[in-house]
């Protein structure tokens, strides 16, 4: 009788884990949002292009600061108590050499941008090296055992205090200086409130087997990670380059739209997924069923979200960002398409690496990133919308041999996991066609805040009418999982 005790516990732990990591994830991105929008409509496109700049050589230099280790720790199925002292401690002594090696260095980045302004804003924002390095650890052990309670209040307080600090700054007609504030006080919130909460101190010392052990790991983890940087920026340090700050930031916007979209309907299931799957490597059939339901789960949500976007991005811009963000339109609207696929997508590196294959991570993302740097090179010279365009055709031309990957791994089958997305598919597609018809009706009849209220609620309604009434069955898995939760609130509460 004991596994299955063990079974209903750690489903009870991950599901805690998916309402905390909930409440951080949508908290945090909700009032993100906001702040974003309010910063977007005080600064303008060269503001936020001049932070996207610096942040292109600061978010590389971020990678091997934590040298992987946070993921060996999570990942591990024996974790004592010197891989944590080893982790710490070498995390701050890289986070110091980090900073400064980014204060000798910022001088380098602003002329290679030819912006010298870049040179004071990365000497203040690479303080923020030191600051990570004090909280990866933690945060880490607090992932490992399925605790995001610490994580999301850190997270709102961290995003509330960061926001207030940027938004003020703003008013006051500070520039670019509001969002390097921003940054710097978010990062220090976060370092304070997890101390706060953590119970574990680091003893000093430091190991050099265990730290063999997590570099063992990790080591792959930070290979992924430069590939997936420069798949990912690359973008970014083309437009900057040949196109200038402007341009970034009409580009950034637009992907940073796309980001907090995909982390509020994403982050929570990812961010539970990689401990839980880490748990069932053993267990390749449960791994496999909850592969499933968690892309499952992700499309319905994800899918109408995106596609929505690309309909409504012309009304979405102009009533939360402002008229001077209009070149931005086109971007969002192409770079939704690669949301979609990007939803569901997210979980094939959490299956890799959960099963211990960050090797196997690796090739992916240097074949990604090679036909990356290939496609954006060409194509910014068209532009920024050429640059997205390629975005989205490379993603969807290489996520079919990601799936040949996870079905070596842990035995996928193609067409009942193509055949899931089907529903959401046609949900979509109707719901689509709802908003353009009621946006032709009503585009002159009333101001535009109204028509784009009107136009999410009936293609919300018409989407989830349809996903009830031919998937009914989905619709009670997932409230099958949503009411044990529910029921042990109210049952405590009642206490």
């Known amino acids: 009788m004991e596994p299955p005790k063990e079974s209903s516990n750690f489903r009870q732990k991950a599901l805690k884990g998916v309402f905390w990591s909930a409440i951080q994830n949508w908290g945090r991105q909700a009032i993100a949002f906001i702040v974003f929008a309010l910063l977007a409509r005080l600064l303008g496109p060269e503001t936020f292009g001049l932070v996207a700049s610096a942040s292109i050589f600061l978010a590389f230099v971020t990678i091997f600061l934590d040298q992987g280790f946070s993921v ?11 891989h944590l002292d080893t982790a710490f401690w070498t995390n701050f002594g890289i986070g110091l050499l980090m900073t400064a090696f980014s204060i000798a260095a910022a001088g380098l980045v602003a ?87 953590s119970n574990w101190r680091p003893r000093f010392r430091f190991s ?6 997590l570099f063992a790991f990790g080591i792959n983890v930070v290979g992924t990670q430069i590939l997936n940087f420069v798949n990912r920026r690359s973008d970014d340090l083309l437009i900057g380059y040949f196109l200038g700050p402007v341009a970034l930031g009409y580009y950034s916007v637009a992907y940073r739209l796309l980001l907090i979209i995909t982390q509020l309907l994403t982050g929570v299931i990812n961010q539970v997924a990689m401990p839980a799957f880490s748990r069932l490597q053993q267990e390749p059939e449960k791994l496999k069923n909850a592969f499933y339901k968690v892309t499952q789960l992700t499309s319905l949500i994800s899918f109408p979200a995106f596609l929505g976007m690309a309909a409504l991005a012309p009304e979405l811009v102009r009533v939360l960002f402002g008229e001077q963000w209009l070149p931005s339109i086109p ?66 031309l290489l ?19 193509l055949g899931q997305y089907v529903i959401p598919l046609t949900g979509v597609l109707a719901m689509t066609g709802v908003i353009f018809v009621f946006r032709e009706l009503l585009r002159n009849l009333v101001n535009i805040q109204t028509l784009l209220a009107v136009c999410i609620f009936l293609g919300g ?18 409230l099958d999982i949503i009411r044990p939760s529910i029921s042990k609130k109210l049952g405590q509460s009642k206490r």
Not at 72 to 82: D, Y
Not at 141 to 151: A, G, M
Not at 208 to 213: C, I, L, P, S, T
Request: charged content about 15%.
């Open 331 to 396: 971007v969002m609207q192409i770079l939704a398409f690669i949301g979609i696929i990007h939803s569901v997508s997210y979980f094939h590196s959490t299956v890799i690496t959960a099963m211990g294959k960050p090797d196997w991570k690796l090739k992916l993302n240097f074949m990604h990133t090679i036909v990356n740097v290939i496609g954006f090179a060409i194509a910014v010279h068209w532009g920024i919308v050429a640059v997205a365009a390629v975005y989205v055709i490379r993603s969807y």
């Open 111 to 197: 002329d290679f941008f030819s912006q010298p302004q870049l040179t004071p804003i990365i000497r203040w924002l690479s303080l923020s090296f030191v600051i990570i390095s004090l909280s990866s650890t933690q945060e880490a052990i607090f992932q490992r055992n399925l605790d995001f309670k610490p994580l999301a209040i850190r997270e709102l307080i961290a995003v509330c205090l960061g926001g207030v600090v940027g938004v003020t700054m703003a008013f006051m007609g500070f520039g670019v200086w509001s969002l390097v504030s921003q940054q710097l006080v978010n990062g220090l919130a976060k370092v304070v409130v997890l101390w706060s909460a």
């Open 72 to 82: 060996a720790i999570i990942q591990r199925k024996e974790l004592e108590p010197e």
């Open 208 to 213: 050099q087997k265990h730290f063999r052990e």
């Open 461 to 478: 309604m018409t989407y989830i009418v349809l996903i009830i009434s031919l998937a009914p069955h989905i619709v009670q898995q997932i």
């Open 399 to 417: 996520t079919p041999v990601d799936l040949l990957f996870i079905r070596k791994l842990i035995g996928i089958k193609l067409r009942p996991y």
